[in-house]
């Protein structure tokens, strides 16, 4: 007898659960197993819905920098450093949130980690070495605005994630959002 998975020469092959190949003359009751199939597309989509629904978008990223910067700039440095840190809406969204650093690359506002505010920013290091408000200082050295991908803790899951995060210079001040990715 042919082992699954094995072509036999004139049979017509079909997928089967243990992601094999089988003969369709198998008695493989594809039908009977639809309620398992759709069973299993579900909970997948539930997944990865819930997946979304903690996780912000790069996009959505984009967004609330933007206005944290109109924020900054209309109310100004001391008021909009206490919002971003308390995440007073919109600063403040699943794993979204708003980071500062000062000119001495000094954390001065973290609405997902306020515990961290003056503390230097640059205890946070990359793969390479470089500290995370140092690359925000670089990045947006050249026209204002940059991005710099890092892995940092993920204030809803807990977990060490990639993160993909937006800044850009107000004041003295650098400033950035940045969306997480578990991948």
């Known amino acids: 007898m042919e082992r699954a998975g094995t072509f ?14 089988l003969p369709i003359n198998a008695n493989v009751n594809i039908t009977a197993r639809l309620p ?4 299993r597309v579900l909970i997948l989509s539930l997944g990865m819905a819930a997946f979304a629904a903690d996780h912000g978008t790069p996009a ?6 933007r206005k944290a910067i109109s924020h900054y700039r209309s109310v100004g440095r001391k008021q909009a450093l206490a919002d971003f840190t308390a ?23 973290n609405g997902g980690f306020p515990s961290n505010v003056d503390t230097p920013g640059d205890e946070v290091i990359d793969v390479t070495g470089l500290g995370v408000a140092t690359a925000a200082r ?3 050295a050249s026209n204002g605005d940059g991005v710099v991908r890092y892995r940092w803790v993920n204030p809803v899951t807990h977990n060490l994630e990639s993160k993909l995060a ?10 950035g959002v940045g969306a997480y990715s578990p991948k």
């Open 8 to 21: 036999i020469a004139g049979q017509t092959l079909t997928w089967r659960r243990e992601f094999s190949f």
């Open 36 to 39: 398992v199939y759709a069973a």
């Open 60 to 65: 959505e990223a984009r967004a609330m920098l």
């Open 87 to 109: 995440k007073k809406p919109p600063f403040g969204d699943r794993d979204l949130y708003v980071v500062c650093f000062d000119s001495n690359g000094i954390i001065v506002a």
């Open 138 to 140: 670089e990045a947006t």
């Open 166 to 175: 937006f800044f850009a210079r107000v004041g003295d001040d650098v400033c």
